[in-house]
């Protein structure tokens, strides 16, 4: 797929970038030249391969997944500008 000059000036208006018109056309080459790599990559067999997140095997850490209540609300209340009875205490809104 070709990408005309028009086509680039949609694009860099809809991304929000100031291209000036003398660089569009190879702005057009560039993208032209990304949609072709992507066709080339629709081309290779991926059939029996794993989707993977990194050229090295690796497990992400992994916590324990328990409900705890934190251990320490005088210490997370200590910051709060008025705290009542382990709350933090918000002035009353109404519209």
Known sequence: MSI????????AHLARIAVKEQDLPALADE???MLAFMEQLNEVDVD???P????????????ADVVTDGGMPDKVLSNAPDA???FFAVPKVME
Do not use: H
């Open 84 to 86: 009542r009875e382990g």
């Open 48 to 50: 029996g391969i794993e």
């Open 31 to 33: 993208l032209s030249g």
């Open 52 to 63: 993977m997140t990194s050229v090295t095997p690796m497990r992400l850490k992994r916590r």
């Open 4 to 11: 005309d000059i028009d086509t680039a000036r949609r694009v």
